[in-house]
């Protein structure tokens, strides 16, 4: 990244979440840059310095819908190619098909490679356009009813397991709060936040502000599918 700003401009690899935090502390307003995964809502973006084009291709994988093929099977299969997750960002998996998000190099040779998922024929092409994506991300809408918004009671009431419990998981670097570890079970959690804890899925605070007739809060959650 130091690079990209000496030369006034530059492309990153897609990054996760937490490195696009990084990134954005890092550069600290000191160059024009902004975030790219292809649609609005991607989750895995490429980081833009300067004038710069994001050089994103979407790649589409289509079959005749006689097995399901699921998010694991598609990245599995691009990994098998020997390509580095930092060279794709997020897919977008159907019934009948899926659209990944790739750097121009990647999205030749995984269009070129593939053939077959498993047991399963594919057609893969690149397209001409990147596609229009709309709702991409499946939710869970989830309610719970808590004392306060400390990060300890919280992931107590998502994950369904005791208060002290807990606290051991967050003082192990189970939890991840905003895409960072958080070892602080005191930590007031905020509408907007994501909580993830290993092996457990990923939440989304939603709402925070209504409360009951006894003080309590009453905490909506949507939890990705």
Same mark, same amino acid.
């Not at 009813?145 to 967050?170: G, M, N, Q």
């Given at each position: 990244?130091?690079?990209?700003?000496?030369?006034?401009?530059?492309?990153?690899?897609?990054?996760?979440?937490?490195?696009?935090? !990084?990134?954005?502390?890092?550069?600290?307003?000191?160059?024009?840059?902004?975030?790219?995964?292809?649609?609005?809502?991607?989750?895995?973006?490429?980081?833009?310095?300067?004038?710069? !084009?994001?050089?994103?291709? *979407?790649?589409?994988?289509?079959?005749?819908?006689?097995?399901?093929?699921?998010?694991?099977?598609?990245?599995? *299969?691009?990994?098998?190619?020997? =390509?580095?997750?930092?060279?794709? +960002?997020?897919?977008?998996?159907?019934?009948?098909?899926?659209?990944?998000?790739?750097?121009?190099?990647?999205?030749?040779?995984?269009?070129?490679? /593939?053939?077959?998922?498993?047991?399963?024929?594919?057609?893969?092409?690149?397209?001409?356009? !990147?596609?229009?994506?709309?709702?991409?991300?499946? %939710?869970?809408?989830?309610?719970?009813?808590? /004392?306060?918004?400390? !990060?300890?009671?919280?992931?107590?009431?998502?994950?369904?397991?005791?208060?002290?419990?807990?606290?051991?998981?967050?003082?192990? +670097?189970?939890?991840?709060?905003?895409?960072?570890?958080?070892?602080? *079970?005191?930590?007031?959690?905020?509408?907007?936040?994501?909580?993830?804890?290993?092996? %457990?899925?990923?939440?989304?605070?939603?709402?925070?502000?209504? =409360?009951?007739?006894?003080?309590?809060?009453?905490?909506?959650?949507?939890?990705?599918?």
């Amino acid at each position: 990244m130091d690079d990209a700003l000496r030369k006034d401009g530059g492309i990153l690899p897609f990054l996760d979440p937490r490195e696009q935090l !990084l990134c954005e502390r890092h550069l600290g307003g000191a160059a024009t840059a902004f975030f790219d995964g292809g649609y609005p809502d991607a989750i895995r973006k490429r980081l833009i310095i300067g004038n710069e !084009l994001s050089k994103i291709k *979407a790649v589409s994988f289509s079959h005749a819908g006689f097995k399901n093929l699921n998010h694991r099977d598609y990245l599995g *299969a691009i990994m098998s190619l020997g =390509i580095k997750r930092e060279l794709t +960002g997020d897919i977008i998996s159907g019934e009948t098909g899926a659209t990944l998000f790739a750097t121009e190099e990647a999205a030749v040779f995984i269009a070129e490679n /593939i053939r077959k998922i498993g047991s399963c024929g594919v057609k893969v092409e690149i397209l001409d356009r !990147l596609p229009q994506i709309e709702n991409p991300h499946e %939710f869970e809408d989830l309610r719970f009813t808590v /004392i306060s918004l400390r !990060l300890d009671v919280v992931v107590s009431a998502i994950f369904k397991t005791s208060r002290s419990r807990a606290a051991e998981a967050i003082s192990e +670097g189970l939890i991840t709060l905003d895409f960072e570890k958080c070892f602080d *079970a005191t930590k007031q959690v905020k509408q907007g936040s994501q909580i993830s804890m290993r092996g %457990f899925g990923k939440y989304l605070i939603e709402n925070t502000e209504n =409360i009951t007739k006894k003080g309590k809060i009453i905490l909506c959650v949507r939890k990705y599918k």
